[in-house]
């Protein structure tokens, strides 16, 4: 996004996104049955249509318009376009049918345009899921949700379609290093915990000496722990124990556990199973590292989906990247050696947090601008043609942006598509699709 600085503080700000429609990761990334999360839609439709605010969507920067040309158009140009690399496990057989990505697998069920081709196939009794952040417990849950909770939400038609006949029955959601370490958030655990139709399996030795713990833990992870100790250990209340006896379908944490090898069914091309290694912990709490103890066992599964983290990738010749980080070198969200150049969200601290958190990072960064504009280390002084020149340049290469009342037209489109199936909306899943609406 740019920004341009007319007589005295008013700012006039242009957002430029690659896809034609708004919004990034709360349309692609948060799970459809987490409607509440995407209210945060609702705020940003106010400032998409204030009158200095423009949306320029169906542009690829980096490829359409450089960032050099950018700075050359506006005072201040902000890079936030987030973390779509993926942490490749880096194990023999990761490239066989059956094993997904994470960040591909959301995408597919969220509609990501890129991911529309995925079709996994679910035909199998196991699905592994390496990592045990909140978007692997996503990725579980949909994957054992009753179709009735799932028909509600935003998911895509062909995403549910395939969900309506899988056979996946168990879900194990395996972690390099024990119930301390675990990086779900306690919301995200008992959504697992409560899910209609399913029961938790956990091996109960994994819990030696957790309690102990307990007492220095900080109340998130305390009420974290003690939540997975209640899970594992105790004997569930009587509503609890008929559900887990008619439960259909089971989920549980594997902790010690790192993938060493996918291994192939019989014709060499599907998975078959994963081989895990068994790991002890070294040191305690945040800090404890997984070291191998030599051992290793193969869990049959016909499905793997590695949820291992995402990472940035750099979009432009001309802008700083730390490619052992991941990340747009800054100093609170100034990128180092670009006056004028700024970076937020993960793009700027690597992939970790929640989106509030994402939030009150862009609102630093935000905050560094003004910080400059204010002290006249960006100097605001001179005009600069902003939009009108990008507009132009974009013109001449025949790309045509995608503004905000266009995405009204997809927005609405959607919205009463999905009235139709008593879905809150039924997603347009091509670019392609998106474009002919947007200029119909």
């Known amino acids: 996004s740019g920004c341009k600085h007319k007589s005295g503080p008013q700012a006039i700000v242009d957002v430029y996104e690659r896809l034609p429609v708004p919004f990034g990761l709360v349309r692609f990334g948060v799970a459809p049955d987490h409607p509440e999360v995407k209210n945060v839609i609702n705020t940003f439709t106010q400032t998409a249509k204030h009158s200095r605010c423009s949306f320029y969507g169906n542009v690829n920067v980096g490829k359409d318009v450089s960032v050099a040309e950018l700075l050359r158009s506006y005072h201040a140009v902000v890079l936030s376009y987030g973390a779509e690399g993926n942490r490749s496990v880096g194990v023999p057989g990761e490239h066989l049918s059956g094993v997904y990505s994470a960040k591909d697998f959301v995408g597919w069920y969220n509609g990501l345009p890129s991911c529309r081709e995925l079709d996994p196939d679910l035909s199998c009794d196991t699905a592994v899921v390496l990592g045990q952040g909140n978007v692997a417990l996503d990725v579980a849950r949909i994957l054992l949700s009753p179709l009735d909770i799932l028909k509600k939400t935003d998911i895509t038609q062909p995403a549910l379609e395939a969900l ?63 939540l997975m100790m209640k899970t594992a250990l105790e004997r569930p209340g009587e509503k609890e124990q008929e559900r887990w006896n008619s439960a259909s379908r089971v989920w549980g944490f594997r902790f010690f556990r790192s993938p060493v090898e996918v291994l192939p069914d019989a014709e060499g091309k599907k998975v078959a199973a994963v081989r895990l290694a068994v790991n002890r912990l070294e040191g305690s709490g945040e800090g404890a590292q997984a070291v191998r103890s030599g051992d290793v066992e193969d869990v049959p599964c016909g499905l793997v989906i590695s949820s291992i983290g995402y990472k940035s990738l750099p979009i432009d010749a001309g802008v700083p990247f730390d490619s052992r980080r991941a990340i747009v070198p800054n100093s609170m969200g100034r990128v180092q050696q670009v006056l004028g150049l700024y970076c937020s969200g993960w793009l700027k601290t690597g992939p970790t947090g929640v989106i509030a958190t994402t939030m009150n990072n862009s609102f630093d960064t935000a905050r560094s601008l003004m910080e400059d504009m204010d002290s006249g280390k960006l100097d605001v002084s001179a005009e600069k043609p902003g939009s009108l020149r990008i507009r132009a340049l974009l013109e001449e290469k025949g790309v045509e942006p995608v503004v905000f009342s266009d995405w009204e037209k997809i927005d609405s489109l959607e919205v009463r598509r999905g009235e139709a199936r008593g879905k809150p909306r039924e997603k347009l899943l091509s670019v392609e699709e998106m474009l002919a609406v947007a200029r119909s």
Do not use: N, Y
């Not at 056979?167 to 008992?190: D, F, N």
């Not at 091996?203 to 998130?220: H, I, N, Y």
């Open 164 to 226: 309506a006949a899988s056979r996946v029955r168990s879900v194990l959601i395996v972690g390099r290093r024990g119930p301390l370490q675990v990086a779900c958030t306690i919301k995200e655990l008992r959504e697992m915990v409560t899910l209609p139709g399913t029961r938790p399996e956990m091996t109960p030795s994994d819990f030696e000496g957790v309690k102990d713990a307990l007492k220095d833990l900080p109340r998130p992870r305390k009420r974290l722990t003690e």
